[in-house]
C-alpha cells in the first residue's frame, strides 16, 4: 500500500534561518507527484511545490525548495530564511495512478522571532 | 484563481440529526473531494467524484454518502451524525480526468463541525 510518513509532528526555527521538513513515501510506482501543502492558521490549504518523480533536478520556489532522493523514496521540503508568515501546517502529499492523493499526518511549523 | 466554497465554517448539530455540508467550486474543475482532518491523523479521504454522478469511496467512507448532481456542486452528507464525526472537513477539486497528474488540489476553507 502506498504511504506517506511525516516523521516530525513540530519543528521550530528562528526567524531568517533555514529548516527542513522530512517527508518519506512507500510505492511502487515508477512515476508519480509529490506536493508540499502549507495550511496556514486562517486553514485554507495551498500549494508551496511540487515534483514530477520523473524528474532528476529538484523543484524550487523562491525560498523553497525540494530534496528528492528516488531511490531513497524521500522527498523533504527546505525553507530558506524563515519568516513568521511561514509558520503553519506542511502536509506531503503523494498521487499515482489514481484521482486519490495521499496526505502524510503533517508538521506543524513554528517560527521564532 | 479557482475559488472553492464551502457553505460553513463553523457547525454544530446534535448526535442523529442528518447534517449536509455543501462545497461549490467555480472553475469547471472535473474532480472533486471530501477530507476529514484531524490532529496526528492528516487529511484522510472520505469520497470523491470524478464526474457528475460518478463518486467512489475513499479510506473511511463509513457513515457518511455525497450527492454530486451538478459538476460545481458536491455535497457530503452524515446520515445520522454520531459524536465522533466532530471534526474538520475540507473540500478539493482537481482539473484533471486522468491518473498520473500533477495538478494540485485546491481546498476550500474548511467545516469545523461539532457533534454534541
Known sequence: AQTVTQSQPEMSVQEAETVTLSCTYDTSESDYYLFWYKQPPSRQMILVIRQEAYKQQNATENRFSVNFQKAAKSFSLKISDSQLGDAAMYFCAYRAGTYKYIFGTGTRLKVLA | ?116
Open chain 2, 1 to 116: 484563481d479557482v475559488k472553492v466554497t464551502q457553505s460553513s465554517r463553523y457547525l454544530v448539530k446534535r448526535t442523529g440529526e442528518k447534517v449536509f455540508l455543501e462545497c461549490v467550486q467555480d472553475m469547471d474543475h472535473e474532480n472533486m473531494f471530501w477530507y476529514r482532518q484531524d490532529p496526528g491523523l492528516g487529511l484522510r479521504l472520505i469520497y470523491f467524484s470524478y464526474d457528475v454522478k460518478m463518486k467512489e469511496k475513499g479510506d473511511i467512507p463509513e457513515g457518511y454518502s455525497v450527492s454530486r448532481e451538478k459538476k460545481e456542486r458536491f455535497s457530503l452528507i452524515l446520515e445520522s451524525a454520531s459524536t465522533n464525526q466532530t471534526s474538520m472537513y475540507l473540500c478539493a477539486t482537481d482539473p484533471d480526468r486522468g491518473a498520473y497528474s500533477n495538478q494540485p488540489q485546491h481546498f476550500g476553507d474548511g467545516t469545523r463541525l461539532s457533534i454534541l
